[in-house]
């Protein structure tokens, strides 16, 4: 207060508002100085402290005669949500004490999803009409999945066939089964562990397979047994005797055999024995000519 007298001082430069406040008792004004009233306000001479219904909210100022601590008013209309269902201000279908009106009607049908006598495959309160049909079969997809129309595989909650048709997922071997789930339940092989079974590497040139086994190249070099010239190529896919890998065994591939002569350098060492000798030199000669 001020010594101008009042229950609340504000200064004339400011514009307070006020709302939802009781103001009463003071003598010369309640509230000095000038405010905006946001309403639900009581602001009187005299005070009444009265609260009928025991929800701890003074009358003169609570929205509802009834008790409703919280005041919720979800439609903003001044009258607290359990006063408008019990004087039937609102519809209140489901016995909520929230009104119809503050409620989800998906579907735009003058029925809340709660009271709505649309179909709900899945008890989730949404009406069918109003969720996810990707695969357009009149069926809620989640549906689809829980009662075994389409398969999930990968456990997103939408159909394998719409993942496909979305591109969301890679079906390279077309089993319309997706590659991950191919691969996590062990129906395809990802030694190289890039997402893609090993199959369709190889057939769509991701990964090279000289010997047609049906394993990548790459994943049978991880056995150092099968590289032991240690060139980046499967030793049974090389030209035996090509020392240069060109093609060609020749001159080129007799002068490497030469220059490493009583070492043991892979690229010479054709017969992987651990030294470059005359059994060397012998391979290159059986093998002259162009590689088949």
Not at 35 to 56: A, K, P, Q, V
Not at 139 to 157: K, L, R
Request: glycine share 10%; charged share 30%; proline share 4%.
């Amino acid at each position: 207060a001020d010594i101008d007298g009042g229950g609340m001082f504000f200064s004339n430069s400011s514009n307070t508002s006020v709302a939802g406040t009781v103001v009463c008792g003071n003598s010369i004004s309640q509230i000095y100085g000038v405010y905006t009233d946001d309403g639900n306000n009581y602001i009187n001479n005299e005070c009444d402290f009265s609260d009928n219904d025991g929800d701890d909210i003074y009358d003169v100022i609570d929205n509802c005669y009834l008790y409703n601590p919280d005041q919720a008013d979800c439609n903003d209309n001044g009258i607290g949500d359990v006063c408008d269902v019990a004087d039937s201000t609102s519809f209140d279908c489901d016995q909520n004490n929230v009104p119809d009106e503050c409620q989800p009607d998906c579907d735009g049908d003058g029925w809340i999803d709660a009271c709505d006598n649309e179909a709900d495959c899945d008890d989730d309160g949404i009406p069918d009409n109003c969720e996810l049909d990707c695969n357009e079969n009149s069926i809620p997809d989640d549906c689809d999945i829980i009662y075994g129309i389409s398969e999930d595989c990968n456990e997103n909650g939408v159909p394998d066939e719409c993942d496909f048709a979305d591109g969301t997922v890679e079906d390279c071997n077309e089993n319309e089964i997706p590659d991950s789930c191919d691969i996590a339940d062990g129906t395809e092989e990802d030694c190289n562990e890039n997402g893609v079974p090993d199959d369709c590497d190889i057939i769509y040139g991701i990964s090279e397979d000289c010997n047609e086994n049906g394993v990548p190249d790459e994943c049978d070099l991880e056995d150092p047994a099968n590289d032991q010239n240690n060139n980046g190529v499967l030793d049974e896919c090389e030209c035996v005797g090509d020392a240069d890998l060109d093609g060609y065994v020749n001159v080129t591939d007799l002068l490497i055999v030469v220059g490493y002569w009583g070492n043991n350098t892979p690229q010479a060492d054709l017969n992987f024995d651990g030294i470059v000798n005359v059994l060397d030199l012998l391979i290159v000669i059986d093998n002259w000519g162009a590689c088949e």
